[in-house]
Each structure stands twice: as C-alpha cells, then as structure tokens.
C-alpha cells in the first residue's frame, strides 16, 4: 500500500510563487508516474504535471508550462511543484497521485490512471 502527503499549500498574492510537496511512503517503485492535479470549487478536477520517477520525464498542462515545474527526489521519495507567478485562477485544492508503476505510458494526464492520492492541500492566491 501507498500513502502521499502533500504539504506547501497556502495563501499567496498573485506573482509570488509556492512550492508544494508530496511524501510517498509504502511500496514505491522506479517505474512510477507521479501527478499533480487540482480541484476549484465548482470545477472539475484537471491535471498540472506529472513526471516519471526514475527518467524524470516529465508532462505539463498547457496553463502552466513557463510557471510550474515538477521534480522529484528519490532518495526521499518526494515530489516538488514550485509554483511561480501564481494567479488567482491557480486557486485549487492541490492533490499528489501516483500510478501503479506498471501501465505503459499512456494517459499520463488521466486521472483514472492514479489509483493512489494524497489528501490534497489548499492553495489560495489573491488579486
């Protein structure tokens, strides 16, 4: 079994950045895809970013490329989001996910293909 916590979340004006986290602990492979997906109030919930755990590959919505980036350290079992010039639109709650380790490389972006998820963590960004 898998745990992901994630941590960072906060309020911040509109420009500055934060920087999430997320701790996976339990059973965690070299052929993981770990994500990043978000959820507005009244919104469904969409993809940011995801990266492969070993290759560092990594994948980006449109709406952030140019201000987000995704990295991971493994010796920690820890995924990064460094979030920059945030916008308010940017406000979500932030929730880590992590694959099964053995799906072909595809759907990245889905959700459906993250059995396991953190709790989410707030992120606030005022105008």
């Known amino acids: 079994q898998v745990e992901l916590v994630e941590s960072g979340g906060g309020l911040v004006q509109a420009g500055d950045s934060l920087r999430l986290s997320c701790a996976a602990s339990?059973?965690?492979?070299?052929?993981?895809?770990a994500g990043w997906f978000r959820q507005a109030p009244g919104r469904e919930q969409e993809f940011v970013a995801a990266?492969?755990?070993?290759?560092?590959?990594?994948y980006y919505a449109d709406f952030v490329k140019g201000r987000f980036t995704i990295s991971r350290d493994n010796a920690k079992n820890t995924v990064v989001l460094q979030m920059n010039v945030l916008k308010p639109e940017d406000a979500a709650v932030y929730y880590c996910?992590?694959?099964?380790?053995?799906?072909?490389?595809?759907?990245?972006?889905?959700?459906?293909?993250?059995?396991?998820w953190g709790q989410g963590t707030q992120v606030t960004v005022s105008s």
């Open positions: 339990g059973r965690v492979g070299s052929n993981h895809y």
């Open positions: 996910a992590l694959d099964r380790g053995t799906a072909p490389d595809l759907d990245i972006m889905t959700r459906n293909r993250y059995p396991y």
């Open positions: 990266i492969h755990w070993s290759t560092g590959t990594t």
